[in-house]
T-cell receptor, first 115, second 113 residues
Framework: GAGVSQSPSNKVTEKGKDVELRCDPISGHTALYWYRQSLGQGLEFLIYFQGNSAPDKSGLPSDRFSAERTGGSVSTLTIQRTQQEDSAVYLC?????????????FGEGSWLTVV | QKEVEQNSGPLSVPEGAIASLNCTYSDRGSQSFFWYRQYSGKSPELIMFIYSNGDKEDGRFTAQLNKASQYVSLLIRDSQPSDSATYLCAVNMDKAAGNKLTFGGGTRVLVKP
């Protein structure tokens, strides 16, 4: 596609439920990133995939969060047993490669509200 | 101390004036520096990147980097109301980790006609 595509764009879920957020990166981009942005805050790094290398999971806030990337393309971020503090915009991004300085392009985000 | 720090603002500037935004970072080994603009409710979009000490100009935008002092700044000349947005400073703090960026909290800029 022309840009990074994310779905759903909005999700309201009850506390304790699991949610899955999907990201389809720009075609040909080998690097994929997930960030989280809480209301009025900066972006918080979650996880980074580069090609077939083991992902950098250093930003995942708890073991309720996990992500996978199948076939080097589409990625799914899963949040288990959601809590109210998980409410945020989850932004996916991709870049042509994972080398420093490659421009990172963001999707429009998935707005998650946990009630 | 946050790894990347910005004044949250709002920075209010009259139309046509210069907006000056600053960002400091903690990791002296940082190599790449980026400025993103984010309109309310939208995703961040890249404005500029800078790797070397000194100034880099692109249209009305100038990025300035001083690695010795660990700061990077963004100047917006001839500010327009359409420049009203939050500006995010991002730093590639760990070369070994590829392209992972650490973001500051952003500076909100308000350009008044």
């Amino acid at each position: 596609g022309a840009g990074v595509s994310q779905s759903p764009s909005n999700k309201v879920t009850e506390k304790g439920k699991d949610v899955e957020l999907r990201c389809d990166p720009i075609s040909g981009h080998t690097a994929l990133y997930w960030y989280r942005q809480s209301l009025g805050q900066g972006l918080e790094f979650l996880i980074y995939f580069q090609g077939n290398s083991a992902p950098d999971k250093s930003g995942l806030p708890s073991d309720r969060f996990s992500a996978e990337r199948t076939g080097g393309s589409v990625s799914t971020l899963t949040i288990q047993r959601t809590q109210q503090e998980d409410s945020a915009v989850y932004l996916c991004a991709s870049s042509l490669s994972g080398g420093p300085g490659n421009t990172i392009y963001f999707g429009e985000g998935s707005w998650l509200t946990v009630v | 101390q946050k790894e990347v720090e910005q004044n949250s603002g709002p920075l209010s500037v009259p139309e046509g004036a210069i907006a000056s935004l600053n960002c400091t970072y903690s990791d002296r080994g940082s190599q790449s520096f980026f400025w993103y603009r984010q309109y309310s409710g939208k995703s961040p979009e890249l404005i500029m990147f800078i790797y070397s000490n000194g100034d880099k100009e692109d249209g009305r935008f100038t990025a300035q980097l001083n690695k010795a002092s660990q700061y990077v700044s963004l100047l917006i000349r001839d500010s327009q109301p359409s420049d009203s947005a939050t500006y995010l400073c991002a730093v590639n703090m760990d070369k070994a980790a590829g392209n992972k960026l650490t973001f500051g909290g952003g500076t909100r800029v308000l350009v008044k006609p």
